[in-house]
């Protein structure tokens, strides 16, 4: 029974409410009496022991549920079956539901949506079941197995694969990786470096820049190592960032807040000057060096080219 039970194609906590049912351990008036909390009687019928099997299919609530999806010719057992024999037979069954879905999942749900509704209904005075209860459980199931394809369709597909690395830049342009680093006393620093198409070192630079946070000292990179360029005669330059957000307040000089909108004006404004600028998002694997100039830079308080 138990790898049945954990083979449905439903969710965990049902899985897990299935578990509990089939050892008969579901918190029912009778469970609670025997406790010495309170009386066993169903609240609903009054004078029969609410049990599991009375809380799961016997109880006039749950009763008309069963009777829109269980076919007339399979009534006679489902009605009759102990407890431990009415979830052998609904969980090994291999027939399908109205909606076309594994009737054991279709139960399963079913008896643990009864279960909620019952109980939000015995403690929130202003919860009401929902009106359609069985398109409600059909739902949750078709919902649930829909998700199912969708996550082993995803599992399953192609994956690409690409070793991430500097590229060289392309044509005429040089490649300039800056970066900026913020250590735990908020010290931070930037650094970047100029290769060429072979990967040639053309220039590095590293630099101190106080007391700020990391997002600034990731603009105060950008705008020395253009300051950097611009000096060494360099007309066209590939810029390569690591932060995806410094890229974009960089080209479209927007910010949240004011931090860091004068270093974004300096920027903006080189960009505008007699030169070629590209500027690209890089992972952090292939800004390795510029990220090293920029810790070198945090112990630095001047500026240091290499």
Request: glycine share 8%.
């Amino acid at each position: 029974m138990w790898s049945k039970i954990w083979r449905l194609n439903v969710t965990e906590r049902v899985r897990c409410f299935v578990w509990i049912l089939a050892y008969d351990r579901l918190l029912t008036n009778y469970r609670k009496s025997r406790m010495g909390l309170g009386h066993a009687m169903c609240n609903h019928c009054g004078n029969v022991v609410e049990t599991s099997m009375h809380v799961m299919r016997d109880c006039s609530l749950v009763t008309p549920f069963w009777l829109q999806v269980v076919p007339m010719r399979e009534r006679s057992t489902f009605f009759t079956e102990d407890l431990q024999q009415w979830i052998i037979t609904n969980i090994n069954t291999g027939r399908r539901g109205n909606n076309g879905s594994a009737w054991c999942d279709i139960w399963a749900t079913a008896c643990h949506c009864l279960w909620t509704w019952r109980n939000k209904e015995m403690h929130d005075n202003n919860y009401v079941r929902p009106s359609h209860m069985v398109q409600h459980v059909y739902k949750i199931v078709e919902d649930y197995s829909q998700a199912r394809r969708v996550n082993e369709l995803m599992r399953n597909s192609e994956r690409f694969f690409t070793q991430i690395g500097w590229q060289p830049p392309c044509g005429h342009f040089v490649k300039l990786n800056t970066d900026g680093a913020c250590k735990d006393n908020n010290i931070a620093g930037c650094g970047g470096i100029i290769r060429g198409a072979h990967g040639e070192w053309l220039g590095g630079f590293a630099k101190g820049v106080g007391v700020c946070s990391a997002f600034a000292a990731e603009l105060w990179g950008v705008l020395e190592g253009l300051q950097y360029a611009r000096r060494l005669g360099f007309t066209a330059v590939e810029l390569n960032i690591d932060s995806i957000t410094v890229v974009q307040v960089i080209k479209t000089g927007r910010l949240s807040s004011p931090i860091g909108l004068p270093l974004v004006k300096q920027i903006r404004r080189y960009l505008e000057l007699d030169w070629e600028i590209m500027i690209a998002h890089a992972y952090r694997e292939s800004n390795k060096c510029a990220d090293a100039l920029a810790s070198i830079g945090c112990t630095l308080d001047r500026e240091i080219i290499f």
